[in-house]
């Protein structure tokens, strides 16, 4: 029996592989394609984590973002804030393990939710300069602050303490990061420029202070200062937990029967309606949710979705509310009309969610270009893969030729606008692990088309009452302008007089100038309208003249 | 100093996440995103592995898949090779355990390469089913087959073995397994049907005898009788290797000096480029690769770059070579003509690759409708994320309309085509861990745009010689077919006599015949001349007519 075979030969080069080398050879799994990208990641998962940290410790945020130039494809990036630091045992783990965190396991509105991020920077600069994160932080004016060089050991995914120390600084609470890594900076849509800029649209309550790689220093100022609502905690719903989980948590529960069990680790879930499921699935709701077989845990999962209950909590959600969401638009944006809808909360696989969108027209908007889109998923924008996100799949989708502006078939609008939309939610489901698109869920859409008719709506009104008229009035200038030189071309065609010829079409102006600059009821009638004045109406007159 | 903060309540949350549970929570990155896709991916992956291991341990492989539909959503997926097996103490790890096997730290060309795969399917059979993986595989005439149930602890990572026991099994050496996963099961595009035609088409040496759910047993025979040649692994080229993966090999080498580091744990350094690389680096080349420090291993670093060092070796690449491509083709394509090309080895980020394309042209394939386009990464069809692959970029950059098909701009040609294309690499970069397309590497998309044209090319060549003057022959034989009715037209038009209309018309049309069917030299003035005869010859036969 102790032949040899392939099968042993092939068995010696078996062996685990920790997820840092998986993805330190796919780092652009976690948005690290190239170097412009890695720049906006390292700052993004920084700023990511000082908002959160400030939320959940209730500071109103104060973050610098420095940028330094080393050399020509080499950056330093500095992030500080004034959060309330972390305890000295947790800050290598939390920057120096992929994986590793407090956002994962909970079903609340955060902005990180993989314990991927920070470290995943740390991961990236080091690959591409040998160089670790050196981490300042404290959690008090009681406390010391502490500083630490981190590494990371890729073959085992733990931290490598490099130095540790107490420091001097100045600051009561807060974590400063600094790293160096290989990146270029560029401005325009996707940059660091662009994203600091968005950040601090959507969130109003928060200073942040960049100073940028050619040394200027922008800040931009606080708009509120509330902070958003405070974020709790739900536990998942019935419906939206699969076979598999329903198993590992009726073994892993600390309830003492299958009906407290059902009560305790789910929301929505009653004293009856525990009675009713279990009675539906024959299984005994004093069991001991341990002692659950395969079979009869599947006899309660088909039973929960046989059984109605009600849609989970949603003042777990924290919208920006329409109004911040204008202040926002309006402190970055310079446009001339401005508006938002937000809608009530939905639900997609149990998890709770909900849609806002912002609306910014005319003004210093480029009228020829397509619509801008502004994503953003529980307040962190999202810069990258926009053709791979819902948000698009819901503007292409939504006709707003109705709304006033101009599109193709299956295109994004065109015309003076700036679209924000905003996606709320205990778990918002990324395309992946870099968080920059959101997934197609027929729900999530739904509801993002809701929020656009209802914004839609709000700007077609004012287009109605306010653009159109004006631009009515520069067409029929315009047209005006141009009779003499139509008579005397028509004259020639037709051989009638010229005179006659301006004198009618001035007629014919007229006549249709009345029902132009009358109040129009539908924005869309108006457009057709204004099209036949400018292109109809000279055939036809051209039809009369030949005629008499 | 030991006052409780906000820093410490929240360092109570923080906790490390086990890899499955990241993939259990996000297990559409897997590819597991719908019940339809989950099916395909369960067959996938475990074929792959068949495949693999056959060729590795050189055996002609006989692949069995079946599926049965035991409910509407669910279905046991079977999946039995003829391959070497795998011994007893391997065989609940790599079934069991995300992130383990022999694939992802080697470079050599191989289906897998990440450890994910077969242990993701498990993964989801579970979640879906609460159900585990049921493995019988035996490694040889004097070995005993072993059979176990294997469950994945996703808190963990790690395997939980709910069987294992020896049993007889008729097979001599393969491997066996079975699962129940959620899935829908559809034909067409994108299904486990057309999975297994193609995988047959790539791998012409392969037998595979497919189960289907409705109990139909299709059987698509060996092509070929050869294995492809065997998969040689190479050492990483020195320019594809990072600052931070170059100091962490420095550190790990068993060499003892910089200098035979250098030779030893790359490809193409000699002794003389060592010296080289070191003298320009200021590193001493009898230093213990150990004791270098950053600084001295970023000198070394950029004096690799400012190196010249030659391409990789390229015999590592297995292509499947021109006649094996169009056998493919044949033998599952019902066409008129087949080309294949085959582009020398190439190098991307310092890993070799080679790009191959097949082209079936007219038979039975749709004239009116976009080219089909099978996708290939190491002989393993790619069915989803075609938009997202380089693959099709590199088709959609190609004028096409230069080899006689139509093609709007930015979008794949019209015709009545098959285009297979094939990329084969020691490391293919997928855009996802499930492995679906091909990043846009620069390099990548040049490759297969020069392969598509010098396919393109012979395509042009046949459609030129066969087709067009077919095709203009049936032209001519319509407009023939018209020619009274058009003359009675224009008779009343012009109120000539029909006859003499007639007879014109004939003469036009003789007169152009000659040019049509004499051997035109560009397919595509071919095509332009093709119109003339269609609709512009019919407007100057108008206006002589008017002039008469």
Redesign the interface.
Known sequence: ?A?R????E??E???????S??F???R??LGFDNPRKALLMAVKEAVDNSLD?CE???IIPDIYVELQQLKEDRFKVIVEDNG????K??IP??FG?L????K???LRVSRGQ??IGISAVLLYG??????GMHVTSR??P??QAHYFEIHLD??RNEPIIKEDKTVEWKKE?GTRIEIELQGTYQKGKQSVDEYIKEIALINPHAQITYKTPEKETLTYARGITELPKEAKEIKPHPYGV????L??MLH?TTTGSVSSFLQNDFSRISQGLAQEICDKAKVNPRARPSTIA?DE??ALYNSILNTKIIAPPTDCLIPLGEEALIKGLKKEINAEFYCAATRPPSVYRGNPFLIEIGLAYGGSLEKEESVKIMRFANRVPLLYQQG?CATTEAIVDTAWKGYGLSQSKESIPVGPVVVVLHMNSVWV?F???AKEAI?HYPEIIKEMKLALQEAGRQMASYIRKNVKAREQQERINLFEKYIPELAASLSELSGEKKEVIKLELEKVLKKNMKDLLSDVKEAEKTEIKGKNVAYGEKQSTLGDLNGS
Chains 1, 2 share one sequence.
């Open positions: 029996m032949e075979t392939k099968a042993h092939m068995a080069k078996q062996r685990e592989i920790s997820v080398e998986f330190s050879k796919n652009h799994l940290a959940e410790a209730r309330p630091g972390i305890v045992e947790q783990k939390i393990k994986l590793y965190g407090s994962f396991h909970r993989q314990g080091q690959l591409t300069t040998g160089k959690i008090g009681k406390h890729t073959q609470h699969e076979l598999g989980v198993i590992r892993s395969r845990a599947e791979a489901p395309t992946s692990e997934a």
